[in-house]
């Protein structure tokens, strides 16, 4: 059984950093592109960053040069450094696995999330 797993949400201010940890068991992760997504109250779900198996990244346009998404295949997790936090980050962040794209449809498997609030 596939399980994601988030971990290092909480409430901040804005300016502050934050690191999102994500561990995956039941699959084979090296091969499994990994992506983050985030959700606000009443809003689609968005990509944030995305990372392919031999380490290759993308970004949205809004956390380009702020987050930094990266893995440790060895220990099966996936972080995403989040740097200069502002307050319309907060959301509800999932990481997910399956292919590398900016669209949650192409994710095969999801974690429960975990939340990010970043006070003004």
């Known amino acids: 059984q596939v399980q994601l797993v988030e971990s290092g949400g909480g409430l901040v201010q804005a300016g502050s950093s934050l690191r999102l940890s994500c561990a995956a068991s039941?699959?084979?992760?090296?091969?499994?592109?990994m992506g983050w997504f985030r959700q606000a109250p009443g809003k689609e779900r968005d990509f944030v960053a995305s990372?392919?198996?031999?380490?290759?990244?993308w970004y949205a346009n809004s956390v380009k040069g702020r987050f930094t998404i990266s893995r440790d295949n060895a220990k099966n997790t996936v972080y995403l450094q989040m740097n200069g936090l502002k307050p319309e980050d907060t959301a509800v962040y999932f990481c997910a696995a399956g292919s590398i794209s900016d669209r949650p449809r192409d994710y095969d498997y999801w974690g429960q999330g975990t939340q990010v609030t970043v006070s003004s």
């Open positions: 039941g699959l084979t992760f090296s091969s499994h592109g």
């Open positions: 990372i392919g198996w031999s380490g290759g990244t």
